[in-house]
């Protein structure tokens, strides 16, 4: 490319990103979460818009939802009185397959974050290798302290509007924070009692109606694949690697697990009511404690603080105050600011690999660059879950069990891929290694190819 030709390029490529941006943040003001989840992608694939300006098209078209639907969710709780709560489902693109992703219970939820939400998806699913669009759901229904009847009675009332836009070959939600296999089963069996049909419109099941095992591993799991390849390829090992984790549910038992299948050492616990700290590392009955706790008693993470007389706990902490060699963060979105990354930086983390969506904001993000960090982002380091989501609806087609480690290689397999396509897209771009921009360029041109295929942009 000429020197004036590629000086055009460049030119046209910020303004299609200025504009892009621009019509986002003015039809959409107050939508903070997808704004910066949007200007984290469109922003950081200019290397590609400058090199191939048939994509520059696709930006505005690629920001918009396919549909978006929200709806009024009323149940009754124990006491007989009405509740009402409000229900979302942004199905935003399917240029590649039917919208897959998660639903969120919780009172946060908006319509910002499930765009958010989706927006990410679109890109994760498509680094996946497998045929899924993108699309997020949920409602600010908050499920802790409900019995099971009122969490039964909501998840009724939620599926009965929600089945009416889903399908097995159209959208396919899972779970998400506030949703697990309790959930899942209830709006099951609501849909299945509605259009009479079993199908596998959900993913996420119960093992013996449908579900894939290591569905409820798979994100901590395949964010520590992803995490021992990048270390690797760094000429480093896992094994004896200090770890802080955030979060306490799903994610972060798994990614502790995993983490000591590999002889790494991870070191804290979280939830919103502060961080432990176990100096020398959690043992394996220490996790089941963990686990214990939050999936059976439902109760908070201080409560690990009785099993033990090494733990420290800190009331209101987060873990990234503690020296380590990697930071994991798998709690929920913006828990890691610019101050804390600098934390991070300065206690010697050399790599940060997301096991939630979106959980370092874009300043934070700007500090990995500068200090040298090995930053895994969300959209290919917790790709795990919807990878397996994605094996769950192949079993449901095929109407086959997978046994425990065919699922494991598959999707071992699927984060190697991952890996390589960051890599390879990273370099072709002139920057190598860069796993942010090669997951935004690699799964943004596969899906943009497609829109461009089908004409959904000229």
Known sequence: MSGSSQSNNEALADKAIAECLEQVKQRDPNQSEFFQAAEEVISSIRPVLVKHPKYLKVLKAVCEPERVIQFRVSWMDDKGQMQHNRGFRVQFNSAIGPYKGGLRFHPSVNLSIIKFLGFEQIFKNALTTLAMGGGKGGSDFNPKGKSDSEVMAFCKSFMTELSKHIGPNTDVPAGDIGVGGREIGFMFGQYRRLRNEFTGVLTGKGGNWGGSLIRPEATGYGLVYLTKLAVEHAGKSLKGAKCLVSGSGNVAQYTI??????????????????????????????????????????????????????????????????????????????????????????????????????????????????????????????????????????????????TREEVDNKLQGIMKAIFDTCQSASKAMGDEGNYQLGANVGGFMKVADAMIDQGMVF
């Open 257 to 402: 697990e995993k983490l000591l299948d590999f002889g790494a050492v991870p070191v804290t616990c979280s939830d919103s009511s502060g961080t432990i700290y176990e100096p020398e590392g959690f043992s394996r009955e220490q996790l089941k404690i963990i686990m214990d706790i939050k999936n059976n008693k439902r109760g908070r993470i201080s409560e690990y603080a009785n099993h033990s007389k090494t733990c420290t706990y800190t009331a209101g902490g987060k873990p990234w105050t503690y020296k380590a060699d990697i930071a994991l963060p798998c709690a929920t979105q913006n828990e890691i600011n610019a101050d804390e990354a600098k934390v991070l930086a300065g206690n010697g983390i050399y790599l940060v690999g997301e096991g939630a969506n979106m959980p370092s904001t874009t300043p934070a993000i700007h500090v990995y660059g500068e200090n040298k960090m090995i930053y895994l982002p969300a959209k290919a380091a917790n790709a795990g879950g919807v990878a397996v989501s994605g094996l769950e609806m192949a079993q449901n087609s095929s109407m086959l069990n997978w």
